[in-house]
Each structure stands twice: as C-alpha cells, then as structure tokens.
C-alpha cells in the first residue's frame, strides 16, 4: 500500500459526499470518486470504500455489491447513529470491515480509515466501552461441546443464530415451532453458559465467533470468523 490512501464514497447526499471529500482531502487521502451509485464508480483500485446510508438494511446490500465487485477494497458503513444489534449484525454479514458514526470527528476518522485499509476491524468507540465490563472470557475444553464447538446443544445454537437476527421470543417460537416458555428457558441456559447478561451480548459473542446468521432450512453452521 502506497503512503497515499485512496478512498471512495457512496451515498444518496450529495452534501455528505461532498463534505465526506473534503474532510478527507484535508486529512490527506485521495478520494477516487463520491457517487450515490456504486455503477458510476468504473475501475477502482481504491483502499477503502465509504458506504454513507441511513437504512442499516439498504447500507449492507450495497455493501455485499461492493464486496463482490471489488474485493481487494475495504468497506466501512457509515450511518447515522448507532445500535448495538446492527453493529453485531453488519460485522456478522460478512460485508463491512468498518461501522462508523457520522457523529465522528475528523482526525479519529482520519484515523479509524487507516485502521481499516491495514486490516483492522473498526466499530464505535461507545460500544467497545459499553462491551468493557461484559466481554465473556470463555474457556471449555473438547469434552464440554459438541460438534460445532460451542458449549451449547443444538438446539440452544438455532437459537443463538436467532438472537443474531434480532428476532423477538415469539418470533422465534414460531421458526422453531416451540413454546415461549421453552424458549425463554433456552435463553436462559444460552446465557448462563457463555456467561453474558443479557441477548444483546450473546448475539455480540455469537457474531464475534463468525456464527452464521438463522435461516428457515439452513443446518447449524459455525464458520471461521474471518480475520
């Protein structure tokens, strides 16, 4: 990677793209294009690509195209505020390598970018703070798991991947085709096992793991998280 970086940006505002370009102009990068379709972009062989969106759900689509269209560039999503579960969600889609607030000032976003293109995961500075205290440090030996690894049975993972989704208890009787009560006493034990307060905090560990997200008819799968 050159000394220079090279940064891209889509968004639907032309003032936030605008303002995107010259904050980082300032702080030394090259800003390769600043778009609101990722189409118009062309050939770039850029280090970072800033996705400014206001929906969590049309901001990771867009970032899934970029991934697949360029794979050597780092994605960061940008977004208005934020919420735990959608940070855990975003980082578990596989598509983001960053989750920005656009609340942050120019020099940690300087900074926070650099981070990003050397490979680093960047989220919110007030998660990591709210998660200092509550992070499990987990230790189990082979005995102690199952197939998949976790110290949880089958069932207690389908509903873990649930609790990835952000899915309610209703919810996730009706996927699973069980009580509330049952599932309230699945989460219980989920929680006891990994030794976290509350859902939110599991679904965090979940993602953090590289558990995959539920589906319908997909089979429990953990998968490697990716580096």
Partial sequence: MSDLMHVSILGKSEIIREGLRRILIDQGFVVD????NYCDFGQL????I???????????????????????????????????????????????????VKAISCA??????????????????EVAESLTHSIPQIMWSGRETGLTGLPLSNREIEILRCLLDGDPNKVISRRLGIADATVKVHIKAIL???????????AIWAANRGLTLSTATDPVQLV????
Avoid: W
């Fill in 33 to 36: 294009a600043a778009e609101s």
């Fill in 45 to 48: 062989d850029c280090d970072v």
């Fill in 50 to 100: 800033i996705v400014d969106t206001h929906s969590l759900d049309d901001g990771l689509q867009s970032c899934r195209e970029l991934r697949e269209r360029y794979p050597n560039s780092r994605i960061v999503l940008m977004m208005d505020q934020y919420y735990i579960e959608d940070v855990a969600h975003a980082f578990a889609s596989g598509a983001v390598d960053g989750y920005l």
């Fill in 108 to 125: 940690p976003l300087a900074g926070a970018l650099r981070l990003i293109a050397m490979g680093e995961k960047v989220l919110p500075s």
């Fill in 192 to 202: 006891r096992k990994l030794r976290v307060q509350n859902r939110t905090q599991a």
């Fill in 224 to 227: 490697a998280a990716s580096a």
